[in-house]
């Protein structure tokens, strides 16, 4: 036996066996360094598609692909040991048929060794949500403000702000538990729907921006850390990495140019003890 398969990472069922339990820490890695640290403390890695924002820079999550998300999927698994690996299927990937989305699916799950998938969408998705359970592919869905919809959308804004378009977010949550989903992200929506959807659903309600009423919560790691550009109102931050990064290659630079920069005498000092 493997030193890695000796560690129990953490499965779908686990995390479906917390509804109403202790609450389910979730943040998003895309490498591997970063996943190791996020491991330590987290029962679920996403691998999102906001990796092409945060990553690549898009405006939108729309250009991310479906090998994008199987190269950063990789690396997290590689990085991590016990949190469930959960990678988002990007747009494009399975929205055509359930068919589509059970290739896509497989291959995220054969080619990263991750344990679940994440789509976007409740009532609309949920056939396919069932098609992929019952062919034994653990899927996560993701309601309330669901980012790929951008173009018909229009804007980011939250979701179910007015009590009549609460309905609709609620049957969505109902739709991924029916269909088998493990676990529903809600995003961008207000207290007291979090609060119902979490009430209502047997399965776990993981928020972002849909308050603490949620079963867990997910943040995006970069946004949390004070890394990215533009951070969503509702992100706390946990951390000012930005000016720290800053400062340290303001550092960097300014040694090289005044030549202060270490000579080989270091380089062999390393060589020696390492
Ligand atoms: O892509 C992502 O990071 C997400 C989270 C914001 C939930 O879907």
Redesign the pocket.
Do not use: A, R
């Given at each position: 036996m493997s030193v890695q398969s000796a560690i129990k990472r953490k499965t779908a069922p686990e995390i479906l066996a917390r509804k109403r339990g202790e609450p389910i820490v979730?943040l998003?890695s895309y490498h591997a360094h970063t996943a190791a640290l996020v491991d330590r403390h987290c029962d679920v890695i996403?691998?999102?598609?906001?990796?092409?924002?945060?990553m690549h820079g898009f405006e939108t999550?729309v250009p991310v692909t479906l090998d994008m998300m199987i190269l950063q999927g990789s690396a997290v698994m590689r990085g991590s040991r016990q949190a469930l690996v959960v990678v988002?299927m990007p747009f494009g990937s399975y929205e055509a048929s359930r068919e589509q989305a059970f290739h896509s699916a497989a291959r995220i799950l054969k080619e990263t060794g991750c344990g679940a998938v994440?789509l976007?969408g409740g009532v609309r998705m949920a056939e396919t949500i069932a098609f992929l359970t019952e062919r034994g592919i653990p899927v996560m869905g993701?309601i309330g403000l669901t980012?790929q919809s951008i173009n018909t959308l229009g804007s980011f804004r939250a979701q179910g702000r007015e009590e009549a378009g609460w309905a609709a977010i609620e049957k969505d949550a109902r739709a991924v538990s029916d269909a088998g989903g493990f676990s529903v992200?809600v995003?961008a929506v207000a207290e007291p729907l979090a609060r119902k959807i979490t009430q209502d659903v047997p399965i776990p309600t993981?928020g972002?921006g849909a308050s603490a009423a949620c079963d867990g919560q997910?943040?995006?790691l970069e946004d949390m850390l004070g890394l990215s550009p533009r951070t969503p109102k509702f992100v706390r931050r946990y951390g000012e990495l930005g000016p720290a990064i800053e400062q340290a290659i303001e550092g960097y630079a300014r040694d090289v140019r005044s030549r202060a920069f270490p000579g080989p005498e270091h380089v062999y000092e390393m060589k020696k003890t390492g």
């Open positions: 979730m998003t996403l691998v999102g598609d906001s990796l092409g924002n945060v999550t988002d994440k976007e993701h980012p992200v995003e993981i972002i997910v943040l995006v």
